[in-house]
């Protein structure tokens, strides 16, 4: 595609409900990074992806975090047990390189959990 | 642990002015620098990248400086205009990952 496709753009869960975000990266891109971002901050780096691997998770705020990219390609980031300081905004970003320059971020999911 | 340090207060100017937004960073020594538009609702969108080596970089209407004895960049925008109004954000190179900053928004004004 043209861009980082992410979805849903919106996602109401309750509390204790499970979650799954989804992102297309640019056809091609060898890296794909997540970031959550809260309101009034800049993006927070979660986890990041070289093609299938999954290089880093350090950002992960606890174990119910969980994200995969099985072919190297699309990529999920499932949150179980959501709870209320899970929402924000979740971004999706992709490079050609295998560096996290001149990244093309995705409009991302807004997660709100009641 | 690393920190980078925007501008929390909004930039207000009028157009046609130069807007000059600052990044102050501790606690590390990046390979490179970056800077990032943010619409509301919008994901970042890259605009410049600073290596530690270059002291300057320009792309049309913007510039950016990077000084690592004073850690801080300067972005400066010439001529703003209008839908020059957003969030900047700085960001660093982190490795694999990018460290960003809380962002400066910026207003400008017709």
Request: with cysteine; proline share 4%.
């Amino acid at each position: 595609g043209a861009g980082v496709s992410q979805s849903p753009r919106y996602k109401v869960a309750k509390r204790g409900q499970d979650v799954a975000l989804r992102c297309d990266p640019i056809s091609g891109h060898v890296s794909l990074f997540w970031y959550q971002q809260a309101l009034g901050q800049g993006p927070e780096f979660l986890t990041y992806f070289q093609n299938e691997a999954q290089l880093d998770k350090s950002g992960l705020p606890s174990d119910r975090f969980f994200a995969e990219r099985p072919e190297g390609s699309v990529s999920t980031l499932k949150i179980q047990r959501t709870q209320q300081e899970d929402s924000a905004v979740y971004l999706c970003a992709s490079s050609l390189a295998a560096t996290s320059t001149e990244a093309f971020f995705g409009q991302g999911t807004r997660l709100t959990v009641v | 642990s690393q920190k980078i340090e925007q501008n929390s207060e909004a930039l207000n100017i009028q157009e046609g002015k130069t807007a000059t937004l600052t990044c102050n960073y501790t606690n590390y020594s990046p390979a490179y620098l970056q800077w990032y538009r943010q619409d509301p609702g919008r994901g970042p969108v890259f605009l410049l990248l600073i290596r530690e080596n270059e002291k300057e970089k320009r792309k049309e209407r913007l510039k950016v400086t990077f000084d690592t004895t004073l850690k801080q960049s300067l972005f400066h925008i010439t001529a703003s205009q209008p839908a020059d109004s957003a969030t900047y954000l700085c960001a660093l190179d982190g490795g694999f990952k990018t460290i960003f900053g809380a962002g400066t928004r910026l207003f400008v004004k017709a």
